[in-house]
């Protein structure tokens, strides 16, 4: 079997959205740097030019901005080395931060739009259901991978019980 | 006054024969219980209750006495009247049926004419303890438990009636006791098992069904309603339910060796030629018939409740509308086909058993 | 005026078969589910926050412990990545020894979801022959790794140890071995564990009537939804990660991908587990025979002492034994890793059940939970 080539579509896509920026990384993956404003189209030509599968989505907080990366893959029977998308907005604001949701074309990053959002208080808009995840629903801590995240909840008392505590005798 | 002038009175041989249909379903409740743990172990690969007594055979005493000991807790918003009865509504039918069963020739309580419409109208009651049960909790799960068991229950009479149609038509009565006596003229040939073998499997699924055995425990499906009607219950009412299940086991086990396994009839020692009249010769008489019976009886339904329990722990459960599709779309036809067959058997034998047709051989087995 | 309302129903998170704390809430019309919603979380134990302050080594042993019924094959994705992002070499003593432990893993993981799936089903008997065949590799793996469920066996660039003496045994090693050498296991489950699967459960009707038709799955909704591994090859979709996109050694190998049909139901996530059992222990056997032919004790390379990959990040996928194992991996050239994405497949097939269940009746739901195999420690990672 052949390794699958994605080049022409990303070609395709450069052609279509010259302000994308498209890089291989020395691990394997092309990373696709667009625009927040250009993000949902280039997602959507993704999906067009047969990016049919929804690896995952989640952020990284660089302390200074907030950068949301997208998987995706070709997921093609009988093809081999199918190669990774990394579709990377960077820049957003660590607060508030606002980016359109791909839920609608990838069904399955549902939840993972949640839990980035949940992490990483990233806002999607037109998510269906866009509320925390894993943490409760009431949560008021702040969204934990932040990298300036503190626990401001009360300290339980260690429940361990200290040896110069214990009275011999 | 003596003792038998007490034993004429009605009140004293009620007292005393219903307390030992109550020690008897006690008894075997135990060694049930004790049997379906071990039953379950052999086949798990695992050795079961070795600890209490010889075998784990103390094991179940020292859970009803943990049962009895806990607190008796009453969710706060049950319905409390209902919640609090429901384990004593269920254990009366399953008790009562053991009023019928003849146990050995002259062992029988309550020897009615209609034996077999007093076990059905009695078991009837058996699915208004699980609704009261299950309404009372006031718990979803409970409720859907009661719901299910209601259908179930109710569906499933109609299919266990028209299968044991079939035993009465053979026999010609109603009475338990005749029945027996039926089967007791040609040995193991004779019993129900063999013409009525359609009756008899039909008979054991839907009393599975009945007994919410699984495959059809679906009323207290442990891993879908968590324990079904009786979720909210703990402590001995929770104790009570599991005896009200074993009893109606051991019940329609019995009634199962009466109706299709010949009862207390049996290849005894005694009957076998050569061998009985040598060995156990002096075995005869009223009170040996007895005994022998008895034991004949208690062997079949151990049988019967061994191979129920074999079923329960081999097979997946089945879905409540593939139960009721079983039921009404294939038990109740098969049963009344059953019927019919007995009908054209019979008849069959009535007719050519006069003539020297070799023909009538077929209908050997319905005469 | 007397009106029919839906019945909501709170299924967990204590719930005898919600394998853990998953709690799902259900809408009832009678037995038949309207609606579903999972509620997930309960076992969320900051897996990705606390690797942020570990070094890399230290995160295999939190990687066992998101899936913690397949440990090996989550040492073996992080593992995976650490090595892509600082490009080392791994011995082939090493990847054979890996390959081996996670399809032995994979076996001993499906052997627990079927059997729990079976549970769920009413039949108990079932899951405790899973037990009982668990329990013999758990003993090999213990004579392995010196652990039992948890093994942090694998080390970056190679495994801890080499293989205990005599635990390979030799291919006419029969029942009696089965607990004492990989090869008295692979012909007893060969030979006695598959043929019992198959009599048991597989070939029973009452099995089949609950199983089959009960929640089908499109093969284009499977990959909407980002399903993977058995519940994605169940649909028919003929794609694993060990052949497709191949990692470690696993081209060297020879093996088939089981499918289901086109709209794979329960029934067929159900064969596909145990068709991709057969398939794991072929690949076992083909692994045993080159360690035997080829031993040797160089197992581990020799890195710095403190591991500082260079600036980089790395996606891996990972055919874990429930499906696609993600590890996404940022490093700023510290010696802790800047991010960590656990991306689980059991997170991800959840998001199916409000697509699966509803149409269905309650005790379905039972099975198709049971179907799609949740672990809740890697779906709450």
Redesign the interface.
């Known amino acids: 079997m052949e390794p699958l080539d994605i080049r022409p579509d990303l070609e395709a896509l450069k052609a279509a959205y010259p302000a994308v920026e498209i890089a291989e990384a020395a691990t394997g993956h092309f990373d696709i740097r667009v625009s927040l404003d250009q993000y949902l189209d280039v997602v959507r030509f993704l999906k067009d030019r047969g990016f049919n599968y929804p690896a995952c989505i989640t952020a990284i907080d660089w302390k200074d901005r907030l950068e949301l990366v997208l998987q995706l893959y070709k997921l093609v029977v009988g093809s081999r080395q199918s190669p990774l998308v990394m579709v990377r907005v960077d820049g957003l604001p660590r607060e508030g931060a606002e980016v359109p949701s791909v839920t609608p074309l990838y069904p399955g990053l549902n939840w993972h739009e949640r839990e980035t959002y949940d992490m990483y208080g990233i806002r999607f808009q037109g998510h269906p259901d866009l509320r925390r995840i894993l943490l409760p629903d009431n949560w008021q801590g702040g969204h934990p991978l932040l990298k300036d995240f503190v626990d401001k909840r009360p300290r339980r008392p260690r429940l361990v019980r200290h040896r110069d505590t214990i009275v011999s005798g | 006054m003596s003792l038998a002038d007490l034993w004429a009175q009605h009140w004293f041989r009620a007292f005393v024969t219903g307390s030992l249909v109550l020690v008897f379903a006690l008894g075997n409740f135990y060694i049930t219980l004790w049997l379906e743990r071990k039953e379950s172990a052999w086949i798990q690969n695992r050795l079961g209750p070795m600890r209490a007594g010889p075998q784990g055979l103390l094991q179940v005493l020292a859970d009803l006495f943990k049962l009895l000991q806990k607190e008796d807790i009453v969710p706060r918003n049950v319905d409390r009247i209902l919640f609090l009865i429901a384990p004593f509504v269920a254990h009366i039918p399953a008790l009562l049926i053991f009023l019928v069963v003849p146990f050995g020739p002259n062992l029988v309580v309550a020897d009615y004419d209609i034996g077999i419409i007093m076990i059905a109208a009695v078991t009837s009651y058996a699915v208004i303890a699980t609704f009261i049960a299950g309404w009372g909790s006031n718990n979803k799960y409970s409720l859907l438990g009661a719901m299910r068991g209601a259908a179930q229950m109710i569906s499933y009479e109609v299919t266990l009636v028209m299968s044991v149609i079939g035993v009465a038509m053979m026999a010609g009565s109603l009475k338990l006791s005749d029945i027996v006596l039926a089967q007791a003229e040609r040995g193991v040939l004779g019993w129900y098992l063999f013409p009525q073998f359609i009756g008899f499997i039909v008979y054991l699924i839907a009393s599975l069904a009945e007994l919410n055995r699984a495959p059809f425990d679906l009323m207290e499906a442990e891993s879908e309603l968590v324990a079904g009607y009786h979720t909210e219950y703990s402590g001995f009412r929770f104790a009570i339910f599991l005896l009200v299940e074993y009893v109606h086991m051991i019940a329609w086990s019995a009634i199962a060796a009466t109706l299709f396994l010949g009862g207390w009839v049996g290849p005894t020692p005694a009957d076998i030629p050569v061998i009985g009249p040598r060995l156990f010769g002096w075995m005869t008489g009223p009170v040996w018939d007895n005994i022998w019976g008895f034991c004949w009886f208690l062997f079949k339904t151990y049988l019967l409740i061994f191979i129920v329990i074999w079923i329960r722990w081999t097979f997946p459960r089945v879905r409540i509308d593939q139960l009721m599709d079983l039921g009404w779309k294939f038990l109740l036809p098969v049963s009344l086909f059953n019927i019919f067959l007995t009908g054209v058997m019979k008849y069959g034998w009535n007719v050519l058993a006069e003539s020297g047709s070799p023909l009538r051989w077929l209908f050997w087995l319905w005469r | 005026m007397e009106q029919t309302r839906e ?1 909501l ?2 299924m967990g998170p204590q ?3 919600t394998h853990g704390v998953l709690r799902v809430l259900l809408k ?1 019309d009678g ?1 038949t589910i309207t609606w579903a919603e999972p509620d ?2 309960y076992l ?1 134990r ?1 897996f ?2 606390l690797s942020e302050s570990k070094t890399y080594p230290q995160v295999i042993p939190y990687t066992d412990r998101t899936d913690y019924l397949s440990a090996i094959t989550n040492e073996h994705a992080f593992c995976l990545a650490v090595e ?2 600082m490009g080392i070499e791994v011995p082939e003593r090493a990847e054979y020894i890996r390959v081996m432990m996670a399809e032995l893993q994979r076996i001993c993981s499906h052997l627990l979801g079927l059997g729990a799936m ?9 899951f ?2 899973a037990w ?1 065949d668990r329990e013999k590799i758990y003993s090999l793996f213990e004579r392995i790794t010196g652990g039992r469920m948890l093994y942090n066996y694998l080390r970056i660039g190679g495994v801890r140890n080499d293989l205990p003496e005599g635990i390979i045994g030799t291919p006419r090693d029969g029942r009696d071995k089965a607990d004492k050498t990989i090869w008295g296991f692979i012909n007893y489950f060969e030979s006695y564990v598959l043929p019992e699967w198959d009599d ?2 597989t070939n ?1 009707r ?2 089949q ?2 199983t089959q038709g009960v929640a089908p799955l499109p093969s284009e909704v499977a ?5 993977s591994g058995p519940v994605l090859r169940a649909s028919g ?3 694993d990660l060990r052949k ?3 990692y470690s050694i696993y081209d060297r190998f020879e093996f088939d991908i089981p499918v289901g049909k086109e709209n794979g139901d329960c029934f067929d996530r159900w064969v596909v587990r145990v068709e991709e059992m057969r398939q794991s222990a072929r690949i076992v056997k083909q692994a045993l025979q080159w360690l035997a032919e080829n031993p040797g004790d160089y197992i581990a390379p020799k890195l710095p002492r403190v591991l500082k990959p260079p600036k ?4 891996i ?1 990972y055919e874990g034994s429930r499906g ?1 194992v ?1 590890v ?1 991996l ?1 490093s700023d050239g510290s010696a802790n890793p ?2 960590v ?1 656990w ?1 689980s497949p059991c ?2 097939h ?2 199916l059940l409000p697509v699966l269940a509803p149409g269905h ?6 099975a198709i939970i049971g179907s799609i195999d949740i672990v809740l420690g890697e779906v ?2």
């Open positions: 019945l129903i709170n719930h005898p078969s009832l037995e997930i979380g969320h900051c990705e926050k892509k992002l079976a549970l769920d089903l009413g039949a108990v008997t079932g405790l022959y009982r048991l459960l029973n009452i099995f009537w609950r990959i909407a939804y980002g399903a979709v003929k794609w497709n996109v191949p980089g990040e790395v996606y996928r696609e993600g996404h940022v800047y991010k994405k991306r997170f991800t959840l998001q009746k309650l005790a379905d739901m039972i709450d990672r």
